[in-house]
């Protein structure tokens, strides 16, 4: 494998339900970042991690919560979403957190909350 | 309210003519800039980039200027390809902060 991958690439759960998006880079960059993409809508950035340690959070409400346990996995666990958070959610990577690190993107996961 | 906006939600151009893309942004302290591209079920990739100290960067059949005055950017596809039909977004960001994107402007190249 190589570059970004994410799984799964598709998920649709109930509002009830706990799930997890994954994303793995084998780019052996440093920085990871989760980011959403609703229709109509620019890409929002929700998490930020460089070495492990989670860097920006960006108002995301608690019902999504992100874990890095090493450079390389990303996951981000879902709980009690509601309808408005259906979106296609982009996971990246790059060398740095520098604004000059081109980021590499993973082909995302198509959430559906019912 | 939009950092970086991106006005046209699509652009149709036949193939071998020139494809112009727009981004306009309101934050003066921006310093860099990029343009990602994104076909379907796929994440998107990284295309061209420019600094604030430069007005032009050119990368094969891309260019993109920068008009720092007015605060715009354009990319420049020179000539057009089918391969070239994608939504293509425009980002910015000032140093040691993250990066933020237009809505994307999906390009349709015509036989």
């Known amino acids: 494998e190589t570059g970004v991958t994410q799984t799964p690439r598709h998920l649709v759960m109930g509002m009830t339900n706990k799930k997890s998006l994954k994303c793995e880079q084998h780019l052996g960059h440093n920085a990871m970042y989760w980011y959403k993409q609703s229709a109509k809508k620019p890409l929002e950035l929700m998490f930020v991690?460089?070495?492990?340690?989670?860097?920006e959070n960006n108002s995301v409400p608690s019902r999504f919560s992100p874990e890095c346990p090493n450079s390389s996995h990303l996951f981000l666990h879902l709980h009690t979403l509601q309808p408005e958070d259906s979106a296609l959610y982009l996971c990246a990577s790059s060398h740095g957190q520098g604004y000059n690190n081109e980021q590499f993107f993973g082909p995302g996961t198509r959430l559906t909350v019912l | 309210d939009q950092q970086v906006k991106q006005n046209s939600p699509s652009l149709s151009v036949q193939e071998g003519r020139i494809s112009i893309l727009n981004c306009d942004y309101t934050?003066?302290?921006?310093?860099?800039f990029l343009w990602y591209k994104k076909y379907p079920a796929e994440g998107p990739t990284f295309l061209i980039s420019?600094?604030?100290?430069?007005d032009k960067n050119e990368d094969g059949r891309f260019t993109v200027f920068l008009n720092k005055s007015a605060k715009h950017l354009s990319l420049h596809i020179v000539p057009s390809q089918p391969g070239d039909s994608a939504v293509y977004f425009c980002a910015a960001s000032r140093r040691d902060d993250k990066i933020i994107f237009g809505k994307g402007t999906r390009l349709h190249i015509l036989p």
């Open positions: 991690y460089n070495f492990k340690e989670q860097t």
């Open positions: 934050n003066s302290m921006f310093d860099y």
């Open positions: 420019i600094s604030s100290i430069k």
